[in-house]
């Protein structure tokens, strides 16, 4: 059993940064794929970045530049470091994990068995 807690989320302006923290516990996580995804209210979950558990790092357009995914292996966090916000940046942001490899793009939501609680970022103009 895998158990996510994220941490966190927070309310900005536009062009600030936020760093979200993914908390994995009860299992060893250095053969793990790891992502994020984030819902705003009415749409879809979508996926932000992943991680392979070989370090390989995916994103959707829309966040390259401004998002790095990373592992903090020692202290089994996975990390979200947001910089240049944006209003449409506003969401709810999940961790998710899975045992498996996925490469070149951020995986289906589908692809992903466990998942955190959520923690809100909010952006303002």
């Known amino acids: 059993q895998i158990r996510l807690v994220e941490s966190g989320g927070g309310s900005v302006q536009a062009g600030g940064s936020l760093r979200l923290s993914c908390a994995v516990t009860?299992?060893?996580?250095?053969?793990?794929?790891m992502a994020w995804f984030r819902q705003a209210p009415g749409k879809e979950r979508e996926g932000v970045a992943s991680?392979?558990?070989?370090?390989?790092?995916a994103y959707r357009d829309s966040v390259k530049g401004r998002f790095t995914v990373s592992k903090d292996i020692g202290a089994n966090t996975l990390i979200l470091q947001m910089n240049n916000l944006r209003p449409e940046d506003t969401a709810m942001y999940y961790c998710a994990a899975t045992v498996g490899t996925w490469y070149n793009s951020v995986p289906p939501r589908n692809f992903f068995g466990y998942w955190g609680q959520g923690t809100q970022v909010t952006v303002s103009s």
């Open positions: 991680i392979s558990h070989d370090g390989f790092t």
């Open positions: 009860t299992y060893t996580y250095d053969n793990l794929l």
